[in-house]
């Protein structure tokens, strides 16, 4: 049995609010669309649909479960054909366009197209701690995306910790859920938040969420520590207590908590560009690097568009707005859309996403997460997960000739796991650029597939042994 | 940027670089080596590890065998683990047309020296019952096993800085000139000069050679692998089929790699190089089929390195003629295996001796020389 | 406690214990609503283990769910399902 392969003028990699809108946008120029992604339904994070009965049953619906529902409404109506609970695990330059792997149900699926856009989404970034290995230790994600699914998180005594907006939505649905946080533990000041009011006030709609949260975590008195972080967390088999120490003094104290939720902003999901060889430029914001594109979305790869927060983190309705713009430019480049017609439909979505910049960047400051902070990460704390990788073997690595993050790999297997680099990576890499003043692309693993790990009975199906197309023997 | 002379700049830190630099800088010689990227960080760092008498080169038995001996006891003259494991080895044949095969082979490996003999489907699964059922035959070695490659630079580092040797990783060498008692080595920035230089570039011996004016044909080949996450045991030995197209063993940490040969695409001028899907699901059912339980795993990462051969398939390795006190080591068939030995022979020639085993001069191998030595022929 | 029983339409075996769960959820999330935190141990040094990211990257979940080592923040719960709190290497 060889794999089955589909034919489209469009590949588009996630169904969050970037790649959703691109495939609308391409489709409704003409073009024959097929949108991948690895959830059950369509929404990505922020749109993320609710999944069980209590999540869809929920009276509250606020403007992120607003907006999925009119998203997967206007998916349906338009009949996009869209392959859902299945992975893209490979993608490939072919001399016609693009290959890209997915894995579901059905196995193996290959997809065909001359262009693909790519709008995977982000990554939490986590600032490592002695104990955030600990179960009962998740990232701030991992809750937005309970409450979203299900509209549950689990715990009983619960902290809510790190940067960024993330931790006031968390700690306010937390609360409204019946679970009143312990503590909100923030690295940002009064005075961080305030400069960042400035570019939130832009959005009226989210400011007054904001507010609207914040009030309630004072009414419900939830502790709120500013410009303190989380420094080490107890526990044997499940989490039993964190320690918080204060970014100012250096004063900690600890709390009994059987649960914490904990997350330091979103870093680009760029394997897909990387794989196909895209050019990479530094991000100011994640301090790895950022896809190039240009402001249709169009990367260094011919036939490739970057939509999204994977191609920069900047929020659900500037991916919304770069989603339709790359769908548009990919109609265009594909002879579907006049050059008129591209400008004309563009207008809007251009003028949109330069209103939404200030919003953005307030929140990309307070997530923007200082490489001091990850380096001093004492030698007993894991970096890599999954194979317990420790920041003292990484500095016993590095003094032992390790200069580049593959080197450091093959000294301590950093990265060699299942997750591939995925969480340790960029913290690492911090690492070896504070200890060596190493250059950021020489702090990338090389990027290789599978891009997610493989159930190897799905990836081969059924097959008889005449099916492998076994090469010539080698020379005697 | 120093401009002293050494006695001996090896240029390339591949594994047989690495072996003729650390055994040279042993027996006294002041010694440089050259690397364009980090230590062992092409073939020699990303191979398959498999140190099998069933994948090599009749030819090369005798040398595999030793140096064999050698990475078994890498303790002893390497002084740093490079995570070694010696067990028996099995070649399995699912078809009629495989048993011939199997059994031609297993005989003419046997009469080069390597401990092989053809056993039958129960015996073979005696040794390793997670194998197929369905097998024919198999040949079994007594001698094989497999070393964790991506320790190979940390290893060959530690051991040659205890050497003396001078690293100069991240350094390619971009010109070569004679100069009559030896050679000048153009870097990027600057130069270095040596009494006696030996090009060790894998792959790149081509474009190494076209410094000195010489064509010799390097094929490419862009082997692919692949490797599960850890996985509970599964398997013991180190398991091929007859074809020589797979080889596949489960590390001490579980993860198994899966390979033989199998083909990405790649270009050695730009060394670029990415596994293919195809050969990626071949390569995986062809490791299912040989151990069904790895059905139940999953695969985490492949990659893919360029492997050198030349026109013969047999290795380079030896003076390069009419360029006096200049080697080339390299090309060598399943080269991981043999390298410790080809490279200690090569060393022992480099010293003035009588290498314990022959070399294999490349004057078989040389076309007529280039006119213009700095133009590339690509 | 007795009304949200009545909500768990379904029930899946953990090591051959029997819990309930709602359609729609995910393994993961299954199991942390009755306390189980630990799902498995790490490979290396044997430390315990849960879920961490609930997005699918960290692999922090996977367990062997009917016979296969898979994401349980990333899988669904089916009537009748079998998950091994054990990881890949055990
Ligand atoms: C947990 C979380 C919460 C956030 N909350 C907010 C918020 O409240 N407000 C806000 O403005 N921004 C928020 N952000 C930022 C948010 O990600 C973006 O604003 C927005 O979702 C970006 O849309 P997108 O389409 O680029 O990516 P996403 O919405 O992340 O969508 C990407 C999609 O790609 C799919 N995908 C990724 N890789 C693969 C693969 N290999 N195979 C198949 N499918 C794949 C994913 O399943 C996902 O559905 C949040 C981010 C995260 C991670
Ligand atoms: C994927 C794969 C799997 C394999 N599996 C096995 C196996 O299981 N068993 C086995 O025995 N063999 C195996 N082999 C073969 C084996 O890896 C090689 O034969 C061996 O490693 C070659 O070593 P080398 O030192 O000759 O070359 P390399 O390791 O390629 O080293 C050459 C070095 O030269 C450097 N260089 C190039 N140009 C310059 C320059 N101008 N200046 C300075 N430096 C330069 C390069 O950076 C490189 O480090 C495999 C090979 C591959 C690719
Ligand atoms: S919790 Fe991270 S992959 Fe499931």
């Known amino acids: 049995m060889t794999p089955r392969t589909e034919i489209a003028d469009l590949i588009v990699i996630g169904a969050g609010p970037a790649g959703a809108n691109a495939a609308l946008a391409a489709h409704n120029a003409g073009l024959k669309v097929v949108l991948v992604d690895e959830a059950a339904q369509p929404g990505g994070q922020v749109w993320r649909a609710p999944i069980t009965a209590k999540a869809k049953q929920s009276p509250v619906k606020d403007i992120d479960r607003k907006m999925g529902d009119a998203l997967r409404q206007q998916l349906v109506s338009a009949n996009i054909h869209i392959l859902t609970d299945t992975q893209v695990w490979s993608a490939d330059r072919q001399p016609e366009g693009f290959e890209v792997g997915t894995i579901g149900e059905a196995g193996t699926v290959f997809l065909r197209a001359p262009r693909l856009i790519a709008a995977p989404g982000a990554y939490e970034r986590i600032l490592p701690f002695p104990g955030w290995t600990i179960p009962g230790v998740f990232g701030l994600a991992a809750a937005t995306a309970l409450l979203k699914a299900e509209k549950t998180l689990p715990g009983r005594r619960i902290i809510v910790a790190g940067q960024g907006p993330l931790l006031i939505a968390v700690a306010a649905q937390a609360v409204a859920l019946g679970l009143r946080p312990v503590a909100i533990v923030d690295a940002a000041s009064r005075a961080d938040w305030a400069k960042s009011l400035a570019g939130y006030a832009r959005q009226p709609r989210q400011l007054a969420r904001g507010m609207r949260w914040m009030a309630q975590l004072t009414r419900a008195r939830v502790p709120y520590y500013r410009q303190h972080e989380v420094s080490s967390a107890t526990g044997a088999d499940s989490l039993a207590g964190v320690t918080l120490r204060s970014l100012k003094s250096g004063e900690t104290r600890t709390i009994d908590v059987d649960t914490l939720f904990v997350g330091n902003g979103l870093t680009p999901a760029d394997e897909v560009f990387r794989l196909l060889g895209a050019d990479q430029e530094p991000c100011p914001i994640s301090g790895t690097q950022r896809v190039v594109c240009d402001e249709l979305g169009r990367c260094s790869v011919p036939g490739l568009y970057a939509a999204g927060d994977a191609a920069g983190i900047r929020g659900a309705l500037p991916a919304l707005h770069q989603g339709r713009i790359a769908g548009l430019a990919a109609a265009h480049d594909a002879g579907a859309l006049s050059g008129a017609a591209l400008s004309a439909a563009l207008a809007s979505s251009s003028r949109a996403l330069t209103q939404l910049q200030p919003f953005a960047d307030a929140s990309c400051r307070l997530m923007r997460l200082s490489g001091q902070r990850v380096a001093a990460a004492p030698d007993d704390t894991i970096i890599c997960r999954c194979e317990d990788v420790r920041a003292g073997d990484i500095r016993k690595a590095i003094n032992q000739g390790a200069v580049d993050i593959n080197q450091l790999k093959h000294f301590t297997r950093l990265g060699m796991g299942p997750c591939q680099g995925r969480i340790c990576a960029v913290n690492a890499a911090e690492i070896i650029r504070q200890e060596t003043g190493a250059a950021v692309n020489s702090t990338r693993l090389t990027p290789r597939g599978p891009i997610r790990p493989l159930e190897t009975a799905q990836l081969i199906g059924e097959f008889g042994y005449s099916d492998i197309p076994i090469p010539k023997p080698a020379p005697l | ?378 | 406690m007795h009304r949200k029983m009545a909500a768990r339409e379904l029930s899946i075996q953990v090591d051959g214990k029997t819990i309930g769960c709602e359609p729609g959820q995910s393994v993961a999330s299954a199991l942390l609503a009755q306390g189980i935190y630990r799902f498995r141990t790490s490979p290396n040094d044997h430390l315990p283990r849960g879920p961490f990211c609930m997005m699918g990257a960290c692999q922090e979940c996977a367990i062997l769910i009917d016979g296969s080592i898979r994401r349980a923040c990333q899988t669904e719960v089916a009537e009748g399902m079998r998950v091994c709190l054990k990881g890949a290497s055990a």
Not at chain 2, 112 to 137: C, D, F, S, W
Not at chain 2, 230 to 250: E, F, N, Y
Request: net charge neutral; with cysteine; proline share 5%.
């Open chain 2, 1 to 378: 940027m120093s401009t002293e002379t050494c006695d001996l700049a090896v240029i390339g830190g591949g594994v047989h670089g690495a072996s003729v630099a650390l055994f040279a800088a042993r027996a006294g010689l002041r010694v440089t080596l050259f690397d364009a990227d980090a230590l062992c960080r092409a073939a020699s760092g990303t191979n398959a590890g498999t140190l099998t008498m069933q994948m090599t080169r009749a030819a090369l038995i005798p040398y595999a065998m030793e140096a064999h001996k050698m990475w078994t006891d890498a303790s002893r003259w390497l002084g740093h683990d490079v995570g070694v494991v010696a067990c028996e080895g099995l070649s399995l044949a699912f078809t009629e047309r495989e048993e011939q095969i199997l059994s031609d082979r297993a005989t003419a490996r046997g009469a080069a020296g390597a401990p092989i003999r053809l056993i039958t489907p129960e015996e073979t699964l005696k040794i390793e019952p997670n194998a197929n059922p369905g097998i024919r035959m198999a040949s079994h070695c007594a001698i094989d096993g497999y070393a964790n490659a991506y320790l190979t630079g940390i290893a060959f580092r530690r051991a040659l800085l205890e050497a003396g040797v001078t690293i100069r990783e991240y350094t390619p060498v971009i010109g070569l000139e004679p100069t009559g008692q030896g050679y000048d080595l153009k870097l990027r920035d600057g130069k270095a000069s040596a009494r006696q230089i030996v090009l060790a570039g894998g792959v790149w011996l081509e474009p190494m050679m076209e410094m000195l004016g010489l064509r010799l044909a390097i094929k490419t080949l862009v082997n692919q692998l692949a490797v599960t996450e850890r996985a509970a045991p599964l398997m013991r030995t180190v398991v091929c089929i007859a074809s020589g197209l797979l080889s596949l063993k489960q590390f001490p940490h579980g993860t198994v790699v899966i390979g033989g040969g199998w083909q990405g695409t790649g270009d050695r001028d730009t060394n670029s190089h990415r596994a293919t899907t195809e050969s990626m699901i071949g390569n995986v059912r062809l490791a299912v089929h040989a151990i069904p339980r790895l059905r139940q795993t999953r695969i985490v990462r492949s990659w893919t390195g360029f492997e050198s051969e030349t026109a013969d398939a047999l290795p380079a390795l030896g003076p390069i003629p009419g360029f006096e006190g200049a080697w080339i080591c390299g090309a060598v068939h399943s080269g991981y295996t043999s390298a410790p030995y080809t490279a200690h022979c090569l060393t022992q020639a480099i010293l003035g001796g009588e290498p314990d085993m022959p070399l294999f001069p490349i004057d078989r191998l040389l076309t007529a020389p280039l006119r213009d030595p700095q133009r590339s022929t690509h």
